[in-house]
Nanobody, 115 residues
């Protein structure tokens, strides 16, 4: 499974960005995809995750009400709409895919929020 991320960049505080992650290769119908982020000197932490049926969605407390995760199963793509961005959201955002076999990671996309 290969994951290709896009949509990162530099934005002012209060602004918005939309990240995308497209999966290709041998994917299972039932899977979980989502985003982790890692800021300099910190551990990688979960931002949001969504199951393939969309029935289960999880968000980190720090992004609830500001970020929205969604997916298009036909395109094997997930999205992270990030609104009301804060400087503390600055990090490298990594897409992940997991199923009953393995977990896979994207290469990461930088999100920088200036104050």
């Amino acid at each position: 499974v290969r994951l290709v991320e896009s949509g990162g960049g530099l934005v002012q505080a209060g602004g918005s960005l939309r990240l995308s992650c497209a999966a290709s290769g041998s994917t299972f119908s039932f899977n979980t995809m989502g985003w982790y982020c890692q800021a300099p000197g910190k551990q990688r932490e979960l931002v949001a995750a969504i199951t393939s049926g969309g029935g289960r969605i999880n968000y980190a407390d720090s992004v609830k009400g500001r970020f929205t995760i969604s997916r298009d199963n036909a395109k094997k793509t997930i999205y992270l709409q990030m609104n009301s961005l804060k400087p503390e959201d600055t990090a490298v955002y990594y897409c992940f895919y997991s199923d009953s076999r393995y977990a896979y990671w994207g290469q990461g996309t930088q999100v920088t929020v200036s104050s």
